[in-house]
């Protein structure tokens, strides 16, 4: 296929709400800095921005089906990573990175879409996971990383890897019984989780049923929770940019992880309600279109790439800005295309680039047979 040709061929709607979430999030990250007065990671973020559009178009010119051969090979390779992390030095009471001087790389976001590839491999052509006992395989394939991701510990990447999994298995044809027995048997061990949780994380469970609004921030494990929710309240219906309002505390706007697990306050907080909705809204289309490219694209391989992909950005999403409402635990998870951190930017614009490849050869030129189960 010519450049030009491809280039005709790709979903620009799709382009259109990236781009435009990517400027939504910029935003937040600016008034991040603005408040803290600390580093300028608006400029950072502006940096690894350009620095993902040379991977976003590599990983949109060479032809998806091309990593199908070598999926296992990526994702046996990325493993070792998670393993590296527990020589580096604790940040925040975890080991997620691999520093490299004034890089820092987070395994994780580079097994999360290894860990798509080998599992849309695994399932192309296969009958055997129509069968219970054929499922043995993918559970064990996402229960590799999920538990070294989890002794990091990073409850938030962890917690991303069930959901891919049971959307691509739905994608490829499981059947739904075998769900249902699924679903069932992860309730009767959850308690098992719930004692091998930590108490930090425990804690945040708990704090979900004794919320308090309004008022001074009781501290200690209720801080993340009423902070995100206080700061995401100081906008109001317009934000403070065009409001104008601003509370002469600094305490008030103080948030951990601003930029990053919390940039969603800092869009309530300069654009108000308008601004979350329009980037609840952004994100809906967003992912909707995703979804819409998988179910044309007649090749296994394809489709169950844009699954897994839209089910982790759409699974992120979800539990991000759920935690800022307070509506689900707080736990360390980015927001696609907007909360900043180069590995996290750097991958999403990888993953980008792999749908709107599979969106511009949606029946692939040398497809093989469609889906069976489907």
């Given at each position: ?6 280039l ?7 382009v ?8 939504i999030?910029?935003t937040g990250?600016?008034?991040?800095d603005e ?6 990671l608006f400029?950072k ?5 350009l620095?993902?559009?040379?991977a976003l178009?590599?990983?949109l010119?060479?032809p ?6 070598i999926?296992h ?5 990325s ?13 925040g009471?975890a080991?997620?990175?691999?520093q490299?001087?004034y890089?820092d ?8 879409l290894t860990?798509i590839?080998v599992?849309?491999?695994?399932l192309?052509y296969r009958?055997n996971?129509?069968?219970l006992?054929g ?5 064990v ?9 989890l002794l ?10 069930v959901?891919?999994?049971f959307?691509?298995?739905?994608a ?5 019984r075998?769900l249902?027995?699924?679903g ?7 308690p098992?989780?719930?004692?091998k949780?930590?108490?930090e994380?425990q ?9 308090v609004?309004g008022g001074r921030n009781?501290?200690?494990d209720?801080w ?17 940019e ?6 002469d505390?600094?305490?008030?706007y ?9 940039v ?12 979350t909705?329009?980037?609840?809204l952004l ?5 909707t279109?995703g ?11 394809g489709?169950?790439i844009?699954?897994g ?6 699974t992120q ?6 935690m800022?409402v307070?509506?689900?635990?707080v736990?360390?998870i980015t ?13 999403t614009?990888?993953?980008l680039?792999?749908l709107?490849?599979i969106g511009?050869r949606?029946?692939y030129?040398?497809a093989?047979?469609p889906?069976?189960?489907?």
């Open positions: 296929m010519s450049t030009i040709e491809l005709r061929r790709i979903p620009w709607s799709v259109v709400c990236a781009v435009a979430l990517l400027a999030g910029l990250i600016a008034r991040a408040l803290n007065d600390g580093p300028d400029a973020q502006i940096t690894w921005a620095i993902s559009l040379p178009a590599l990983a010119a060479i998806y089906r091309t990593w199908q051969p999926s090979l990526l994702f046996i390779g493993l070792p990573l998670l393993i590296v992390v527990f020589f580096m030095e604790k940040r009471g080991r997620c990175w691999i490299f001087g890089f790389l987070q395994p994780s976001e580079i097994v999360k860990f590839l599992l849309a491999q695994y192309m009958d996971f129509r069968r006992t499922l043995v395989a993918p559970f394939i996402t229960l590799i990383p999920l538990a070294l991701i990091e510990p990073d409850l938030g990447s962890a917690l991303l890897f959901p891919v999994l959307a691509m298995l739905f490829a044809g499981i059947r739904l075998h249902a027995y699924i069932v048997l992860g309730l009767l061990v959850s098992l989780f719930w004692l949780m930590s108490p994380q804690s945040r469970i708990r704090v979900l049923f004794t919320q609004d009781p501290g200690e209720h993340h929770q009423h902070q995100s929710k206080a700061v995401l309240a100081l906008g109001g219906p317009w934000g403070s065009f409001s104008g309002m601003r509370i505390d600094a305490e008030a103080r948030l951990y992880a601003a930029q990053s697990d919390f969603f306050c800092l869009i309530g907080e300069r654009w108000g309600l308008v601004g909705s329009l980037t609840l994100y809906v289309v967003f992912l279109l979804l819409r490219l998988a179910a044309r694209t007649r090749e296994p391989f489709r169950l844009a699954v992909i839209v089910t982790l950005w759409g999403t979800i539990i991000n800005t759920g800022t307070g509506l689900l635990p736990v360390g927001l696609p295309l907007m909360s900043s951190g180069g590995s996290s930017l750097l991958m614009a990888i993953g680039g792999l709107l490849n511009a949606p029946g030129e040398v093989g047979e889906f069976q189960f489907g």
